[in-house]
C-alpha cells in the first residue's frame, strides 16, 4: 500500500466554492458495496435509501470562529489559527508569520493578549492567553474557512450543521451540512432517529499524507465523547435490527473507538477522551453498517477512510464518475451514501 495509490486527479472547477440553498439540494452519489453498483440522486431523498429502525449517528461539534488576526510588537500582522485547547488559558495554533519565537507578545485589538511560549512542529505554537480567549471570539475570530474557498462566506452559519452545539472544532464535519431541519424532520416522522455525538475536528484531519508508506503517518488526535445515553441507543437499535449509519468520517471514529470499549453483545461502549485512531484498508469495521460522506481530497487520511469502508478502487472509481457528472467536491460539496 502506498500513499500514491489514493491519488487522483480534480479538475479545480470541480471544487465547490459556495454552498447550495437549501442545505438538502446537494446531489447525492450512492455507492452499494454488495454489487459496486453507483446510483444518482439528491440529498433530500436519503429516506428512500433508509428504513425505520436505522440510526443516523450525528456529530454536534460547532466550528469556532477560530480565525484571530493579531500584532506583534514591532506592529507586524499576524495570522492565528486556534487549533486545540490544552488548558483555559493555553492553546495549539498555527501562525502565519516570521519570526515569532518564544516569549513573544503579540495583541488583539478587543481580545486578550497572547504569549508565545513554546515552537512545535512547522509553524505550529503553544500559546499562552492572559485570559480565556472564548468570551471573545464572536467578536475577534472569523470562520477558518478551508484554504481551496477562494468565495467569501457571507452567512457563517453555513460553515455549521444545523445541529451544532459543542464548540471545539477547527473545521465543520461537512457530511453534515446537507441535513436541514425539514430533512431532519421527515427522516423521523418515517422511523429512522438520530444519535448525537461529539468529535472536536482538528486541521490534520484534512492534511495529504506525505509519506510515501501511508501506514508511517502520524494521524494527530482529536478529542470525541460517546455518552453512556448514545452508546445504550445504538446498542439498542443494532439489536433491534437497525443500521448504524454514520454521518461523516469524525462519527466514523468516534463510533470506531467507542466500539473498543463495547462489551460482548454490544456495537459500542461509553467513551470520552482523544483518538488518534488511523483507519486504513484493512481494518475490520465493528460499529459502522453505512456512511454519509462529501468527497475528499487526494493522499488524504479521510480518502483513506473510506476507501477502508467500501475498497479503494470502487471508491477511485466512484469519484472517477463523480468528476465526468460534475459533482462538487470537499467541505461546500454533494455529498456519498456508502451502503
Not at 484571530?68 to 500582522?77: E, N, V
Not at 449509519?245 to 461509553?270: D, F, H, I, Q, Y
Not at 467513551?271 to 484493512?282: D, K, N, R
Amino acid at each position: 500500500m502506498r500513499t500514491d495509490d489514493f491519488d487522483y486527479y480534480l479538475p479545480p472547477a470541480r471544487i465547490a466554492q459556495t454552498p447550495v440553498e437549501p442545505r438538502h439540494a446537494s446531489r447525492l452519489l450512492v455507492l452499494k458495496r454488495a454489487s459496486n453498483q453507483l446510483e444518482h440522486s439528491t440529498f433530500w431523498e436519503l429516506s428512500s435509501y433508509l428504513r425505520p429502525g436505522d440510526l443516523l449517528v450525528i456529530n454536534q461539534t460547532r466550528v469556532l470562529p477560530a480565525r484571530i488576526f493579531a500584532r506583534k510588537p514591532t506592529g507586524g500582522r499576524v495570522e492565528v489559527l486556534l487549533l486545540r485547547r490544552d488548558d483555559a488559558l493555553t492553546w495549539e495554533v498555527l501562525i502565519g508569520g516570521k519570526h515569532v519565537k518564544p516569549g513573544t507578545i503579540l495583541s488583539i485589538e478587543g481580545g486578550p493578549s497572547l504569549e508565545v511560549v513554546e515552537v512545535l512542529e512547522g509553524s505550529r505554537r503553544r500559546v499562552r492567553f492572559t485570559e480565556p480567549v472564548e468570551p471573545t471570539l464572536e467578536k475577534i475570530g472569523q470562520m477558518p474557512l478551508p484554504p481551496y474557498i477562494h468565495t467569501r462566506l457571507e452567512n457563517p452559519e453555513r460553515y455549521q450543521t444545523v445541529y451544532a452545539r459543542q464548540s471545539g472544532s477547527a473545521a465543520a464535519p461537512t457530511a453534515g451540512l446537507h441535513f436541514s431541519p425539514e430533512l431532519m424532520d421527515v427522516l423521523q416522522k418515517q422511523g429512522i432517529n438520530f444519535c448525537t455525538v461529539t468529535l472536536h475536528v482538528g486541521l490534520d484531519t484534512f492534511a495529504p499524507v506525505t509519506e510515501d508508506d501511508p501506514q508511517t503517518h502520524v494521524i494527530h488526535t482529536e478529542w470525541c465523547e460517546l455518552t453512556s445515553e448514545a452508546a445504550q441507543q445504538i446498542n439498542q437499535a443494532s439489536n433491534n435490527g437497525g443500521r448504524i449509519v454514520a454521518v461523516g468520517t469524525t462519527s466514523v471514529r468516534t463510533l470506531e473507538s467507542a466500539a473498543k470499549r463495547a462489551e460482548p453483545g454490544e456495537r459500542v461502549g461509553a467513551f470520552s477522551g482523544p483518538t488518534a485512531l488511523f483507519i486504513l484498508p484493512g481494518y475490520t469495521f465493528r460499529a459502522v453498517d453505512m456512511l454519509i460522506t462529501n468527497f475528499h481530497l487526494p493522499r488524504s487520511t479521510l480518502l483513506m477512510l473510506v476507501s477502508a469502508f467500501a475498497g479503494r478502487e470502487p471508491i477511485l472509481a466512484a469519484y472517477q464518475t463523480a468528476v465526468e457528472m460534475n459533482y462538487r467536491f470537499f467541505s461546500f460539496g454533494d455529498a456519498m451514501l456508502i451502503e
